[in-house]
């Protein structure tokens, strides 16, 4: 008696390449995007068109990667990250093509959960990029940035800090950074943090 084929818990376009199981339910792979063995994927992500995932990348759940990301070795994304169309992560600082580096060589980055990577942007390798942190379309990342941060531009420079609404947060003149504040848009309340900012008063922290 032939056994019914069991059913996967995410969805795979025919035309993905997919060479890992370990993967959410709920997650969605479409044409063209190739997993590699050794990847781990959570739940409800969207893989979409042209991505390629790399042996020894974590998604956490609820992870977007747009079409035509590349995520490399020694990359971690956790939970509800948006990677923006076409921006680049890395993981060798000085890459030569006849220089072959093991994994342990290579710098990790690590993306913090609900951040979000604008399309085009380019990530150095080796930082990291800060809870709810907003990266710009196109920025060029060099260094870590803060929880809650607003960045843009090449080099990416801070410009500001946004609310878990996507909104941005007022500053006071000069650019200086109040202690505590009120989103005026969903009126969650932040304060001054080492990293950058956390939400407090019943949000998330």
Known sequence: MS??????????????????EDIGPGTRIWAFAHVLPGVRIGARCNICDHAFIETGVVLGNNVTVKNGVAIWQG?????????????VLTN????????????EALHNT??????????????????TIGRYAFIGAGAVVLRTVPDFALVV????????????????LP????????SSMTCPHCQA?????????????????
């Not at 069991?6 to 969805?11: S, W």
């Not at 531009?153 to 941005?168: E, F, K, L, S, V």
Request: net charge positive.
């Open 3 to 20: 056994q019914t084929p069991a059913v996967k818990a995410y969805f795979a376009h025919p035309k993905a390449l997919v060479e890992t």
């Open 75 to 87: 990359v971690t994304v956790e939970d509800n990250v948006f990677l923006g169309p076409n921006c």
């Open 92 to 103: 060798d600082p000085n890459p030569r093509a006849y220089i072959k580096k093991p994994g």
């Open 110 to 127: 690590l993306i913090r959960a609900n951040a979000t990577v604008g399309a085009n942007a380019t990530i150095l390798c080796g930082v």
């Open 153 to 168: 531009g090449n080099p990416a420079r801070q410009i500001g800090w946004i609310c878990h609404c996507a909104r941005r």
């Open 171 to 178: 500053i006071l003149a000069g650019g200086s950074l109040n």
């Open 189 to 205: 309340h932040f304060r001054a943090t080492p990293n950058g900012l956390t939400m407090v008063e019943g949000y998330l922290s």
